[in-house]
């Protein structure tokens, strides 16, 4: 049984930092490609980074520079580390894991058809 398990998300004030984690299990991991999506009310689901299975990243423009996305294959968990975080931030912010494939990661990442998603965690990001 695949699972994906956000934590770390809660509210900080503009300008703060957190860090979300992603435990996977139930698929081989260091195989997949991963990524965060991160979705605000009223609005449509966005990718925001993703990771190939050797380690190359790829970021969305508007958090290009603030976020880092990083991926431990040995304990299987994904990472986002968030800084300067503003209210435009405020999302449910979701991991996903794809399988395998041709696609550039900067490509995977405009696509919302990933095999497998996370509950989601929230970031509330206050002025």
């Known amino acids: 049984q695949v699972q994906l398990v956000e934590s770390g998300g809660g509210s900080v004030q503009t300008g703060g930092s957190l860090r979300l984690s992603c435990a996977s299990s139930g698929f081989t991991y260091s195989r997949y490609y991963m990524g965060w999506f991160r979705q605000a009310p009223g609005k449509e689901r966005e990718g925001i980074a993703a990771?190939?299975?050797?380690?190359?990243?790829a970021y969305a423009a508007s958090v290009k520079g603030r976020f880092t996305i990083s991926r431990d294959n040995n304990k299987n968990t994904l990472s986002l580390q968030m800084s300067s975080l503003n209210p435009e931030d405020t999302a449910m912010y979701y991991c996903?894991?794809?399988?395998?494939?041709?696609?550039?990661?900067?490509?995977?990442?405009?696509?919302?058809?990933?095999?497998?998603w996370g509950q989601g965690t929230q970031v509330t990001v206050s002025s």
């Open positions: 990771i190939s299975p050797d380690g190359r990243t």
């Open positions: 996903a894991a794809d399988r395998p494939s041709a696609l550039p990661v900067q490509l995977k990442l405009a696509t919302l058809t990933w095999d497998y």
